[in-house]
C-alpha cells in the first residue's frame, strides 16, 4: 500500500465566500462551510473510506481557527487520532498576505495601480508576493520545510508493508503553490490526492 498524502480545504468562510485574501485573519466557517466539511467527512473519513483514521501516521494542520474547525469535524476525537499524530504549524498556514488582508483581487488591483504600480504588466502574486506580507520564496521555504517533514514520516512506509497517509488541512492556495512550485511532487509521493 503505497503512502499518501490528502490535501483537504477548510471549509466556506465569509471572506473566502466574498472573495476577500484571508491569511492570519481569524474568519470562523460559515454554516455552509460546516455542513460541507460534515458532509465530506460522513463520506470520506472513517474504517474502509478513503481516509479511514487507522491508516494515518500523522495530519498536519493550519493553526487558523477555520483549518482547525475543518480538522475537528473531519476528525473529531472518536476517530482515535491520537494528539502526537497531529502538527499544528504554521508552516502549512496561507500566504501571508500583508496589506491585502481583506482585500479583493480588484481592490488589490486597483490600489496598485492608484500608486503607480504594475503600469507594465499587472500584478501576479506568484512573481510579486504582497507588499507587507510574504514573498513567494519565502512561502516556498516553509512549504520545502513541510515537505521535508513529510518525506521522513513516510520514508518508513515506501514499501507498502502497511500504510502511511499524511492529511493536510490547509487554506487554497498552497495547494496551487505545491502543485507550481515542486512539479516532482507526484514522483516524491507516489500516490497524491487533492480534495478541495
Known sequence: MTPLVFILRHGETEWAKSGRFTSFTEIE?????????????????????????????????????????????LLPPSSDIVPEKVTFTEDITEWNYGDYEGLKDQEIRISRKTRGLDLERKWDIWSDGCEGGESMQQVTDRLDRLISQIKEIQKPYMLGEKPG??????????????????PRLPHLFPSFAHCD
Open 29 to 73: 466557517l460559515t454554516q455552509a462551510g460546516v455542513a460541507q466539511v460534515s458532509s465530506a467527512a460522513t463520506t470520506l473519513v472513517g474504517a474502509g473510506k478513503l481516509l479511514d483514521p487507522c491508516h494515518l501516521v500523522h495530519v498536519f494542520v493550519s493553526p487558523r481557527a477555520r483549518t482547525k474547525a475543518t480538522f475537528e469535524l
Open 165 to 182: 497517509n499524511i492529511i493536510l488541512v490547509r487554506p487554497s492556495s498552497l495547494s496551487f503553490l505545491l502543485l507550481r512550485k515542486h
